[in-house]
């Protein structure tokens, strides 16, 4: 039988840095983005509470992870075990438990980001007839998705507490998780995917000029690092031939994952806040001592 090792330090103390740091910079570009809403006076949106929903569950799935590690230093290898004779400590049990609980809160945080992005769409773009369908149906897609998804983190095994009694490993009553992974992985990337292109049409027939679409055209494409960080994600995470993905390779990326996505969300809202800093007294004293240098 293979006994169980913790992480390497080194490994586990980089994993929470990435980590720590992504979510840092989506929380503040949350904060930034109700700034932004309030200076300008626009008033907060649907959008908004959605992202400001996706940011505080980040929070708390990445809250539950670290507790995780906590109570079971060893949670990681022991949810990749396929060792059927392997007798699950307390701290296993709880590791297993909070596993579901982040899967779940994993399709809720993907969910509320992708549905605030299409609602951000559907405001700036509501006049365009065909857009504004193409925003519908993305939105029942990704709705399909986040549903789909949470019950099968929730079925994974039947009955669920098999889970924690005898891990994901078990064949007889639970299903192939690393399937699972793959899949719902590259369906959310083709939605990203769709998402990320949705705007470029609309753009182009809205009456701006020529530098500032490019702008908010690269603004949008920005959008391609989530794109890339889900592609990462499945696979580093998918074990071709396995039962169960690698939870040790695919963890920081699913985390990376989201926080990436709430920060590009936040992105096309920030011109307004820029501009302020723009014609702030410190950068033009700043600009003309460059130039007079």
């Not at 708390?60 to 507790?67: C, K, M, P, T």
């Not at 992974?181 to 753009?203: M, N, Q, S």
């Not at 390779?249 to 989201?258: A, F, I, K, R």
């Not at 969300?265 to 723009?278: I, N, Q």
């Amino acid at each position: 039988m293979a006994s169980a090792g913790a992480q390497p330090e080194s490994v586990s103390e980089a994993t929470l840095a990435v980590s720590g740091f992504v979510i840092v910079l989506a929380v503040i570009s949350v904060a930034l983005r109700f700034y932004t809403r309030v200076y300008t006076r626009q008033g907060l949106r649907a959008d908004d509470w959605l992202i400001l929903a996706a940011v505080v569950t980040t929070i708390v799935n990445s809250a539950l992870l670290l507790w995780g590690n906590c109570v079971a230093p060893n949670g990681l290898w022991v949810s990749e075990n396929s060792d059927a004779s392997y007798i699950l400590t307390d701290g296993d049990v709880m590791y297993f438990k909070i596993i579901v609980a982040s899967s779940v809160l994993y399709f809720t945080v993907s969910g509320t980001t992708k549905s605030g992005i299409l609602y951000m769409y559907y405001r700036i773009f509501h006049a365009d007839v065909a857009c504004r369908y193409q925003v519908f149906a993305l939105a029942g897609l990704v709705v399909g998705w986040w549903v789909g998804g949470t019950i099968g983190a929730l079925t994974s095994c039947i009955p669920l507490e098999w889970i924690w009694t005898k891990g994901f490993a078990d064949t007889t009553h639970c299903f192939n998780l690393n399937i699972f992974w793959l899949v719902t992985g590259i369906i959310e990337t083709v939605l990203d995917t769709l998402i990320l292109t949705l705007p470029i049409r609309g753009l182009a027939k809205l009456e701006l000029t020529l530098r500032r679409k490019f702008t908010l055209s690269a603004i949008f494409l920005l959008g391609g690092f989530v794109v890339v960080t889900g592609i990462v994600k499945v696979v580093t995470g998918y074990v071709p031939g396995g039962r169960l993905p690698s939870f040790s390779n695919g963890e920081v990326w699913v985390t990376v994952h989201m926080g990436i996505a709430i920060v590009c969300s936040c992105l096309p809202l920030f011109k307004p806040l820029f501009d302020r800093l723009m014609e702030s007294s410190l950068v033009i004293k700043m600009s003309t001592l460059f130039s007079k240098g």
